[in-house]
């Protein structure tokens, strides 16, 4: 809906990228064209498109709200690598067990579920502002 979020402290993009950022292996949040937008005339980044991703200035704009969310690799594979230990020393490392060397297939459904617990705290914060 419109109208979600808080034009300083609580910008409903923040609260996003906050949820977002604590997400094991998430390095990386933009909104709508995020940095690619920066390449834009503010003539052709305006409120009639999308490009700010349903969030103006901190604030749902009730079109689709659009974000991606980037993942760094998983290291703790089966190879040999190097590493620092306590001592400042580099050490080989060899990490045994099972690991997952892909995060995809858990990714979106956290990821999904992380930005609905945040749109559904601040859709109540909202209609509870208005009582």
Not at 20 to 38: H, Q
Not at 55 to 78: E, L
Not at 121 to 127: A, E, G, T, V
Request: proline content about 5%; some cysteine; hydrophobic content about 40%.
């Amino acid at each position: 809906p419109t109208g979600l979020g808080e034009p300083i402290f609580d910008k409903l993009n923040a609260e996003l990228a906050k949820a977002m950022f604590s997400i094991n292996a998430v390095k990386g949040v933009e909104f709508g064209d995020g940095f690619k937008g920066t390449e834009l005339k503010g003539s052709e980044f305006n409120s009639s498109s999308n490009h700010e991703g349903g969030i103006n200035a901190g604030i749902s704009t009730g079109k689709d709200i659009i974000f991606n969310t980037a993942f760094k690799p998983v290291s703790s594979i089966r190879q040999t690598q190097k590493a620092l230990n306590s001592s400042g020393d580099i050490i080989d490392l060899n990490i045994d067990g099972r690991h997952d060397p892909c995060v995809l297939p858990r990714a979106v459904p956290i990821v999904e579920a992380m930005a609905a617990l945040v749109i559904a705290d601040h859709f109540l914060r909202n209609r509870l502002a208005k009582i």
